[in-house]
């Protein structure tokens, strides 16, 4: 069943009302009419099950008939900041990242970043990365919507590690000298509810100075195996390990 | 270092001969000189650092000067077999699934699959796939070049399970009623040096019946957690999850 992310809480509400892109999908490109079932998940991580009560030429109301119970969340927060890459690395990133239950995505100016980020452009890019999160989000069942910020500093970056209980790093550099033993750790040491934030280097990776800056802010510096990741999969890596040691390993 | 994989075993040789694309490669893409450094790695998983010491007009020829210690390789040999889906998914499929370790790529004719296999552009299409994961087995640092094989029928898969020790399918269908132990519980039976034979259903996923009759040859079904996975994206869950099991957690 197709489902709909509408930016409202919860609040015992039977009855939604649907306008602008959802309305269109529904009614234009669905082509749904009354009766037909639909999903809407809440900006609160709620899920029901609606049916289709009136069309109107600006919106689509539904009426609430179940409440999904299980979760399909990560029990923790994963937020991925990803130094800025080239091409459309970072929307890819944004749209696995998705499927794989990343909670946001923080892209930020590093040492490496070949590309710049032109303030003018900004907006654009910042509602095509959404847009893609949203449709990800509704193609994996998630039902927390995933966002996409605007690209940090790296100031900016470490100020974001303060709000976070863990903070860690994938650095090619202790990988290459075997380090193969952090990542679980941290992940042993991470509680259900934890916010992580999880921080890759551009093409390239990050530099020695920026691993140093953040080792001396309490950033866990981590290798993801032995072998090289670009930087587009190495968060993907991150975040399968994340759901295989929170939600599937017993 | 840039690194070249050698169609030939390591004997001892201390002088190798390098023509071809990889010759091409080194003389013109790169325009190394005499003096230079390369990888050198054989079919059977040596990694060599050689010298350039004579570059004709057709061949290079390299001395090796150290061989490389450490296993950069996963412990248990992983063959993915991707349901042939859409598109250039599989390419992405071989790409990252490279750098993430696995061993062998095995598409094969799906119920659900869309495209038609059209064997006029076999041999075209092997080429390319499997130019796929040289370029990112060197990339990557593998020490094996993964090998991709020609799609196979339904029955030759259940085949190809028999000269595996452990074979699992990703299915949706119990991911949907909450299973999530059996991949782990999988991989926890599985030794170092094991082949295991992962599936994976196209778009749409596998049939039921498929499932019903991989599972009555020893297939086992398993979720990869709560959230829907793309078929390109649970091969590389399912690779993150055995690399975390096997070479991170201790």
Same mark, same amino acid.
Request: charged share 25%; net charge negative.
């Given at each position: 069943?197709?489902?709909?992310?509408?930016?409202?809480?919860?609040?015992?509400?039977?009855?939604?009302?649907?306008?602008?892109?959802?309305?269109?999908?529904?009614?234009?490109?669905?082509?749904?009419?009354?009766?037909?079932?639909?999903?809407?998940?809440?900006?609160?991580?709620?899920?029901?099950?609606?049916?289709?009560?009136?069309?109107?030429?600006? #919106?689509?109301?539904?009426?609430?008939?179940?409440?999904?119970?299980?979760?399909?969340?990560?029990?923790?927060?994963?937020?991925?900041? #990803?130094?800025?890459?080239?091409?459309?690395?970072?929307?890819?990133?944004?749209?696995?990242?998705?499927?794989?239950?990343?909670?946001?995505?923080?892209?930020?100016?590093?040492?490496?970043?070949?590309?710049?980020?032109?303030?003018?452009?900004?907006?654009?890019?910042?509602?095509?990365?959404?847009?893609?999160?949203?449709?990800?989000?509704?193609?994996?069942?998630?039902?927390?919507?995933?966002?996409?910020?605007?690209?940090?500093?790296?100031?900016?970056?470490?100020?974001?590690?303060?709000?976070?209980?863990?903070?860690?790093?994938?650095?090619?550099?202790?990988?290459?000298?075997?380090?193969?033993?952090?990542?679980?750790?941290?992940?042993?040491?991470?509680?259900?509810?934890?916010?992580?934030?999880?921080?890759?280097?551009?093409?390239?990776?990050?530099?020695?100075?920026?691993?140093?800056?953040?080792?001396?802010?309490?950033?866990?510096?981590?290798?993801?195996?032995?072998?090289?990741?670009?930087?587009?999969?190495?968060?993907?890596?991150?975040?399968?390990?994340? #759901?295989?040691?929170?939600?599937?390993?017993?």
């Amino acid at each position: 069943m197709q489902r709909y992310f509408i930016n409202e809480p919860f609040v015992n509400q039977k009855r939604i009302e649907i306008t602008g892109d959802d309305y269109h999908h529904i009614v234009r490109v669905m082509r749904m009419k009354m009766g037909d079932e639909i999903l809407i998940v809440t900006n609160d991580g709620k899920v029901a099950t609606a049916s289709i009560e009136q069309v109107t030429d600006v #919106s689509v109301e539904a009426s609430v008939t179940s409440w999904e119970e299980e979760s399909k969340e990560l029990p923790v927060q994963i937020v991925i900041a #990803s130094g800025l890459p080239k091409g459309d690395k970072l929307e890819w990133i944004i749209q696995k990242g998705t499927e794989l239950g990343a909670s946001e995505f923080v892209p930020f100016i590093a040492g490496r970043s070949i590309v710049k980020w032109e303030e003018k452009k900004a907006v654009k890019k910042l509602e095509r990365w959404n847009k893609i999160a949203k449709e990800a989000a509704e193609q994996s069942h998630r039902q927390i919507l995933p966002s996409v910020h605007a690209p940090l500093s790296f100031k900016e970056l470490i100020q974001l590690g303060e709000q976070c209980e863990r903070k860690i790093v994938a650095y090619e550099e202790v990988a290459k000298y075997g380090e193969q033993s952090n990542f679980a750790e941290a992940l042993n040491k991470t509680e259900p509810g934890n916010k992580v934030l999880l921080v890759f280097g551009p093409e390239g990776g990050m530099t020695e100075k920026e691993a140093n800056e953040l080792h001396a802010h309490g950033f866990i510096l981590c290798g993801l195996g032995p072998r090289i990741l670009r930087t587009e999969t190495a968060p993907l890596y991150a975040l399968a390990a994340i #759901s295989y040691h929170f939600e599937l390993m017993r």
